[in-house]
């Protein structure tokens, strides 16, 4: 997989040149009090100030921009809990295009509303990220349209690995990494970038216990077909697509999977929120729970923790808030 990880950092590198000025290089932040609890030097990538709110508009923006003309035309689909869906309607109407999201029909209104006030045509269907995957990618074809894959496409996943090239340029003695684990395309764009660089780098795959398909199936050898709970962090929720490049990806970058539970999760975004002052979603929650529970490993070393996304709807922060 040396190979795999030299050529998506080498993709990265490119799709980094080619979105400038179409998103925001968003802050890395290092948190006083998060540092001096941990006894770390710890960084917070802030993507929940991204445009959209997400990381995801990083590999919308590029896989449309690799997009032909023709093709641009032809229209777009996608398939999304919700940042993703937000993220390809935002790049769509920067460019021009047009096209449908499809989202699952639990996903919260927050997010739908987002992907609306970009113009994006809203489409429910499923229950599960990768049965709506599914239909999504069923519809483009039988209507002759581009299908945009929240993860599994190489051009997505340089896009994501953008974020990586501006932490190695932001802290280039940095230690490791916190990453929340959906689709695996965030984690395996970044941390090809960063391994490529030095593959001391340690790279954490964060997810909820209650959808770890990643992690479960990195240490099967093989991908899933598994149920997953309901859990706080919808944005990494739901299944992976059979034969998924990000799964090879993810068995190469990817260090030690931790899995955190909802309490985890809810007392770190509880924390953050109160130290930080800025609202997160349920995946950056992950994330942040996944740096706390690696407490004792990380002493003296320079983190980063990808801050993924900031939408989150009203009804489940306050349950948030009000749950401890």
């Known amino acids: 997989m040396k190979n795999s990880i030299e050529q998506t950092a080498t993709a990265a590198a490119t799709a980094a040149v080619r979105i400038t000025g179409q998103i925001e290089r968003t802050e890395l932040a290092r948190s006083d009090a998060f540092s001096d609890d941990l006894g770390a030097n710890v960084y917070f990538k802030l993507e929940n100030l991204q445009t959209t709110g997400s990381f995801k508009l990083r590999g919308a923006t590029h896989r449309l921009m690799t997009l032909t003309k023709d093709e641009l035309a032809k229209g777009c689909v996608a398939a999304s809990s919700g940042n993703h869906g937000a993220a390809v309607a935002c790049a769509m109407q920067k460019l021009g295009a047009t096209g449908v999201i499809f989202v699952p029909e639990q996903t919260s209104d ?22 709506t995957e599914q239909h999504a990618r069923e519809y483009a074809e039988r209507n002759g349209m581009m299908y945009l894959s929240p993860y599994n496409d190489e051009q997505v996943i340089a896009g994501q690995g953008t974020c990586g090239v501006e932490i190695l340029e932001q802290l280039p003695d940095v230690n490791a990494v916190f990453i929340a684990v959906g689709g695996g395309g965030l984690i395996g764009g970044v941390g090809s970038v960063l391994k490529a660089e030095n593959s001391e780098i340690k790279v954490f795959g964060c997810q909820p216990e209650a959808s770890a398909v990643m992690a479960h199936s990195v240490e099967a050898g093989e991908i899933l077909d598994m149920p997953s709970a309901a859990t706080l962090s919808d944005g990494t929720a739901g299944g992976i697509e059979s034969g998924a490049i990000t799964f090879p990806l993810n068995q190469a970058v990817v260090d030690e999977f931790v899995l955190v539970d909802e309490e985890q999760i809810a007392a770190a975004m509880r924390l953050y929120m109160g130290r930080e002052r800025q609202a997160i979603e349920g995946a950056a929650g992950v994330a942040v729970a996944g740096l706390l529970a690696k407490k004792e490993e990380i002493s003296g070393q320079n983190i980063v923790v990808i801050v993924c996304g900031g939408n989150i709807a009203e009804d489940k922060l306050d349950a948030v808030l009000n749950s401890r």
Do not use: A, M
């Open 110 to 131: 927050v997010k739908v509303d987002k992907i609306r006030s970009y113009g994006g045509n809203v489409q429910y269907f499923g229950t599960d990220g990768l049965d």
